[in-house]
């Protein structure tokens, strides 16, 4: 049954909105995990600069402690201090009186002052009108001499300030000229070192340049020596590579060698075998039959197992020369083939000898 026919699209629908809903959660707790991480990276550091001021206040609470320790010790001698005794009571009183009597006579100068000023701005009105226009006139160039006579004054302080400002800029200017003289004889002197050392190092750059053209001469001739001596390399190179290759030719020589050493010598090892096995069936031969009647019979059969045994030899011989003669053509891949076909055929002939 497929799922996909069974579902409706309501079913569908309402799978969608879950999924909306369910995206806009992980929104929202992507956000609430992002604000909570700056919470957390907020308090980690707010944590370590309390812990730094942590001991700093550690250290001012005792401090503190030592302070409010002294100062309640010194409260009860304070407190002797503060109050007061009879002689200083009486004499606080006495000056209180004095104070009140002061302020009395001084309300009544204040109304005497005001009642003068009055009496004052009063005679000078009636001498002005006494006097008539002239007076006022001359009043008039009075004040204006006066605010030029103020002006002045400021001008003369502002100018005696100007002079002492300048004298002390002099004295400044002076010390600063004394400290450039300085700089300027030091300057002097380490001039003239310098140049002396200028010179050395001419004379030792003159020096390393001559060294130098010498190198490069040097250089040119242990080049070309250089490339002689690579020049013989590359051609001690070619004779190694030439080397190599009659090596490789003669390690396929000695293997395939090798082949036909092992091969000749397993060829040995199995005919060795039937040699003995025959021997072995002609002693059981001897023991089973008569050698009165059948020496004549025996004598025969003895020609034909020489007779065959030869023939074996001689294409034993034969195989041999054909394995080197196709081993020196094809190679040495070729040859491993041959000589496991060969002990087949040759496991073949006992068999018939032997029947």
């Not at 006495?94 to 005497?112: G, I, T, W």
């Not at 050395?200 to 060294?211: F, I, P, R």
């Not at 070729?334 to 018939?352: A, L």
Request: charged share 45%; proline share 2%.
């Amino acid at each position: 049954v497929n799922p996909m026919a069974e579902t409706s699209p309501e079913d569908c629908k309402k799978l969608e909105e879950q999924a909306r809903a369910a995206q806009e959660e992980l929104k929202a707790c992507r956000a609430q995990r992002r604000e909570l991480s700056d919470e957390i990276r907020s308090l980690n550091k707010r944590i370590k600069s309390l812990s730094v001021k942590l001991p700093k206040l550690q250290m001012q609470i005792e401090g503190f402690d030592t302070t409010r320790e002294e100062l309640t010790k010194q409260l009860p001698s304070l407190r002797e201090q503060s109050t007061l005794s009879e002689a200083d009571e009486k004499k606080k009183k006495d000056l209180l009186k004095k104070v009140e009597k002061c302020k009395s006579e001084m309300a009544s100068c204040v109304k005497a002052t005001s009642e003068l000023e009055a009496e004052v701005v009063k005679l000078q009105k009636s001498i002005i009108n006494a006097g008539g226009s002239k007076l006022k006139n001359q009043q008039k160039a009075c004040d204006k001499a006066k605010k030029a006579l103020n002006d002045a004054n400021k001008e003369l302080n502002s100018a005696k300030s100007t002079i002492s400002n300048s004298k002390k800029t002099i004295k400044k200017a002076e010390r600063v000229k004394d400290t450039a003289e300085a700089d300027l004889n030091q300057s002097k002197e380490a001039l003239e070192k310098m140049l002396e050392e200028h010179t050395e190092l001419k004379t030792g750059a003159e020096e390393v340049m001559e060294a130098y053209e010498k190198v490069k001469e040097d250089e040119a001739e242990k080049r070309k020596a250089l490339e002689s001596v690579s020049k013989e390399c590359e051609k001690l190179k070619q004779a190694q590579q030439k080397l190599k290759c009659v090596e490789v030719e003669l390690t396929a020589k000695i293997e395939t060698l090798d082949k036909q050493i092992k091969d000749s010598q397993r060829k040995s090892h199995y005919w060795s075998k039937e040699i003995d096995q025959l021997r072995k069936q002609e002693k059981q031969e001897e023991i089973d039959y008569d050698f009165s009647d059948d020496e004549d019979d025996d004598e025969d059969d003895d020609e034909k197992m020489q007779g065959e045994l030869k023939e074996s030899d001689v294409e034993e011989d034969d195989v041999m020369n054909e394995t080197t003669g196709e081993a020196g053509e094809d190679g040495p891949d070729e040859q491993p083939n041959e000589d496991e076909e060969e002990p087949k055929e040759e496991k073949e002939e006992p068999k018939e000898e032997e029947n």
